[in-house]
Every structure is written in structure tokens, then in C-alpha cells.
């Protein structure tokens, strides 16, 4: 029987009693690990050998494990010093065991908590007690350290590695180990005899320039057998999700907006009616840019017509703000904090030209904000900007579209709460329910412009508007709970290369 070179190497090197580890086998048959994984995947596709896979745990010692390991565990140190301070026969001043026990920073709150933890004694009020049976001196924790410091992780106790895990006091790494083993039909080939056949299973440069390629026979290639998995580059699921986010509302009409990120405070908050000197002016706690101070050009028409709106209002019933407005202010420049600011710029017609009804504009593009970073917060984010200009716009409009947007991408418990923008009346916000946490999140905050917004911008219908949160949405369709785990420095690889695409 003829068969590639390789897993004729990888035949003979294989035994019929043992596993042997597909790393052995490529050193003896002098290939690539790699090679000789693929050859032996073909070669248990055609049964002549068998391929068992194992996954070790490694253990390591991460900085902090090894200095405790040398030392003794925080824990340990304070009862030692509530021990000393006579906490086992009554409560004694915290203040006073901390200073005894040596400890400092962030070592007091580790050793508190894993002190009341592991019951050595109770914290109340200011007061520790020591329970005099607790036996720090035999730590299942510290002896599993120990365990893992001297390479006999086999003696450690399973718990107490979880948990020195937990506290990141070592660090557990898996691998996959595969080995291969001859079966009956195995032996029975190599005692028949096979030979290499002379297979070429690379195309490479040399073989093309000098014609040889043909006049080789070429590997046949088994697309069935089982392979190593290769990460390669791929698209990151949250621009998937833009994309197909974009998709979804050119299929429902909509045309793509676009525009600066750094832009005029004009035209992320003048134009959507917010006060200069009102909170709402910061409540996005935008980034100011220092270079360029402020914009080149802004339509001194439009800026007439807006800084009116603010002072005197609109319409015979106007009020306005009465408050100061300076076109200075207008025209500091931020980073946006919201594509509101990309909406503005169509609907004044000085985008795009004149608009004529009805239109229908998105935008899925990154806002910034001053917020503080946790589990559904980033300094950044993609907002799904959208609006809908035609006659006599309602409130059934508005979440008709969001219904049916969402459920393209198979949320359909959506739920709305009327809310305040200094912009929109009537304002509501979006809610979807958590598929992993149960929990009721907010995906997006929308409403109907109001006439201090649309007649300066020289729009004489309604306009209905929204923007939405793409990373919201993408935490609602993978059952994401932290949005650092996909997006960031934090971010989790293994969670990206292994999310499947949903279409
Ligand atoms: N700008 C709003 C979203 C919005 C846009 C348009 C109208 C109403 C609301 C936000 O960022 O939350």
C-alpha cells in the first residue's frame, strides 16, 4: 500500500500496546508536530491507527502565590496577631491587631476577608475575636501553595486549589495532549508492507517556476478528517454585528449617515436644543479637545436661527431658556457624545442638501464618554443613530420600527418607558430582557423631535429619532454580561475566536 511520507513516519513510529504522544512520535519521524498531528488524524480516519486525546492542568505560581509561599498567608499573619493581642478569650480593637500583624494596603483587606472566611475568628464592629480551635498552622490553602511550589499538585486538596485560583494566587493552564496508537488493521497494513508514495503535499514556488508541478502526483487532501484548530484573524463579533445591524436598516429603507467624531459643541448640543449653562450640557461628561479650540466653519444662518430658539423660543408661545448663549461655546470642539450630532448636520440640510420627506437616516458609529468603566460602561461605545422624517409621525411609528428592527435579530420582549431629552417630546427609553441574567437592561433612548430642535434646522414635518447602543444589543444576542469580556484591554480571546457567528 502507498501512502504520503508522513504518515508512513508517523505508521512506523506508532506502537500497537502503547499510546505514544503525537510529540514523540513527530521527533522519532522527524517532522513538524503539526505534520504529524494531520497525518495521524488521516491515518485514524482510514482506522489504521487510534487517536486519544488528554487535557493536562498545569499549575504555576503566580507573583503574589510565590511571596506567600515564602512568607505565610495574610490570613495567617493576623491571627497570629489576635492571637497574641488575647482575641481568643474577647474581642479586641481591629485597629491595634492590624498594627501588630505587620500588614498594609491591600494585604488588610485580603487577610479580613479570607479570615472571616475560613472562620479563625469574627469581625464586628471595629472588633476581632480569634477562635482558639482554628488551625492556621495546617492551611488546606497553604499546604496546596506548598504543593503546587514543590511540583506535587497530585497532593493538593481539589477545593483549595479552586480557590487559591479565585484569589489569583495561581495561575491554571490546560493543554491538549493527543496520542496515537496502532490498531489491528494498522499492524496488519505495515506487516503487508507500505511504502511512501512520492506525493508532493505543498505547492511551492520552486515547483511552479521549474514546470515540475506537472509532472508530480499530489497528496489527496481528506477534508473529513479531524483537524487541529488554527486561530486565524477574523472579524471581531461586534463589527459582525455592525455590519449586519447595517444591513438590517438599508433592507427597512435607511440611508447611511456620516461625519466627525470630533465635532462643534453647535452640533452635538446646540442644535438639539440643550442650554449652554444647563447639566444636561455635561451629563454625557463629554471630552473637550484642546486642539483645534474650535471649528473652522458653521452656517451663520442656522447659528441665527438656533441661538434664537434658545433665547426666545419658537413659535407665537415660545418661552426659550432666557439664558446666556455665546457662539464662542457653540463652537468648542468635543468628541462626540452621541451621533445626535450626525443627524443635526442632514436634517439642516447642509449634509446632503435639502431633504425631502420621506427620509430615512442611520449611523453605527463610536461615541465617547466620561463614564466610569463597569460591567455594561466603556469610555466608548457604538451608538445606532436613526431617524424617520415624514408627516404626522406618532409614538405607534416609532416603536412599530423598533419592534421590528429587534426581532431581526430575535428580540422580541421589548419594553418602553416614557423619559426626559431636552431634544424629543414625547422621549422614551428601550429595555430588553438579559437572556443569561434575567436582568432588564436599557438598550437605547429615543423619541420625537421637538419644534426647537426641527423649525431652526428648517424642517416643517415630524421627525422621529433614536439612538441605540450596539454593544447593548450584542450583550442581548450572545448573552454577554460584561462588555469588557469582548471589548478592551480585558478583553477575552478564547470568548472571540470561539462565539459563532449568528446570521
Ligand atoms: N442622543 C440620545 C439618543 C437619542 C437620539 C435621538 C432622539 C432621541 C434620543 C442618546 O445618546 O441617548
Known amino acids: 500500500m502507498k501512502r504520503p511520507q508522513a504518515q508512513v513516519a508517523v505508521l512506523q513510529a506508532a506502537d500497537a500496546q502503547d499510546d505514544r504522544r503525537i510529540d514523540d512520535v513527530a521527533a522519532e519521524a522527524d517532522l513538524k508536530p503539526e505534520a504529524a498531528t494531520r497525518a495521524a488524524f488521516e491515518l485514524e480516519a482510514d482506522g489504521l491507527v487510534s487517536v486519544a486525546e488528554e487535557t493536562l492542568e498545569h499549575y504555576e505560581l503566580t507573583e503574589e502565590g510565590e511571596t506567600y509561599v515564602r512568607e505565610s498567608l495574610p490570613e495567617q499573619d493576623l491571627y497570629e496577631a489576635a492571637i497574641d493581642a488575647g482575641a481568643a478569650d474577647g474581642p479586641v480593637q481591629m485597629g491595634q491587631v492590624i498594627g501588630a500583624s505587620g500588614l498594609e494596603g491591600g494585604a488588610v483587606d485580603i487577610a479580613l476577608s479570607n479570615y472571616a472566611r475560613k472562620a479563625y475568628g469574627e469581625i464586628d464592629s471595629g472588633e476581632i475575636t480569634a477562635n482558639p480551635d482554628a488551625a492556621p498552622g495546617s492551611d488546606p490553602e497553604m499546604l496546596a501553595l506548598e504543593a503546587v511550589a514543590d511540583g506535587h499538585v497530585e497532593d493538593a486538596d481539589a477545593d483549595a486549589l479552586d480557590q487559591l485560583e479565585r484569589r489569583g494566587l495561581i495561575d491554571v493552564r490546560e493543554e491538549t495532549v493527543r496520542s496515537v496508537q496502532l490498531t489491528d488493521d494498522g499492524v496488519t497494513a505495515l506487516m503487508e508492507g507500505v511504502d511512501a508514495a512520492e506525493t508532493v503535499d505543498q505547492l511551492t514556488p520552486e515547483l511552479l517556476t521549474s514546470g515540475e508541478w506537472e509532472d508530480v502526483a499530489f497528496t489527496e487532501y481528506n477534508v473529513a478528517a479531524d483537524a487541529e484548530d488554527v486561530s486565524h484573524g477574523k472579524e471581531h463579533i461586534l463589527r459582525q454585528t455592525a455590519n449586519r445591524v447595517k444591513d438590517t436598516l438599508v433592507g427597512m429603507g435607511f440611508s447611511e449617515m456620516e461625519g466627525p467624531h470630533a465635532d462643534a459643541q453647535f452640533w452635538i448640543n446646540d442644535c438639539l436644543f440643550m442650554p449652554q449653562d444647563h447639566p444636561a450640557r455635561t451629563h454625557w461628561d463629554q471630552f473637550a479637545l484642546e486642539q483645534p479650540e ?41 468628541l462626540r457624545g452621541h451621533t445626535t450630532s450626525l443627524s443635526m448636520r442632514y436634517l439642516s440640510g447642509h449634509q446632503v442638501g435639502e431633504l425631502d420627506p420621506p427620509e430615512r437616516y442611520f449611523s453605527v458609529e463610536k461615541v465617547y464618554r466620561n463614564d466610569t468603566l463597569d460591567p455594561t460602561h466603556l469610555l466608548e461605545f457604538f451608538q445606532i443613530e436613526g431617524w424617520v422624517m415624514a408627516e404626522d409621525l406618532s409614538v405607534r411609528d416609532l416603536m412599530g420600527t423598533f419592534t ?23 422621549s422614551f427609553e428601550l429595555f430588553g430582557t ?21 423649525t431652526p434646522l428648517g424642517v416643517d414635518c415630524d421627525v422621529m429619532a433614536w439612538g441605540l447602543s450596539l454593544e447593548r444589543l450584542l450583550m442581548l444576542m450572545y448573552g454577554f454580561e460584561d462588555i469588557r469580556d469582548v471589548h478592551g484591554t480585558l478583553c477575552d480571546l478564547e470568548l472571540l475566536r470561539e462565539t459563532e457567528v449568528m446570521r
Do not use: C
Open 434 to 454: 438579559h437572556p443569561e441574567t434575567g436582568e432588564v437592561v436599557e438598550v437605547g433612548n429615543s423619541g420625537i423631535f421637538r419644534d426647537e430642535v426641527l
Open 404 to 426: 421590528e428592527f429587534y426581532e431581526q435579530f430575535g428580540i422580541t420582549d421589548l419594553e418602553f418607558k416614557p423619559h426626559y431629552n431636552p431634544y424629543t417630546e414625547p
Open 294 to 334: 474650535e471649528i473652522g466653519e458653521l452656517p451663520a444662518d442656522l447659528v441665527e436661527r438656533v441661538r434664537s430658539a434658545h433665547k426666545e423660543g419658537v413659535g407665537p408661545d415660545g418661552e426659550g431658556y432666557h439664558s446666556p448663549w455665546t457662539e464662542d461655546i457653540a463652537r468648542g470642539m468635543d
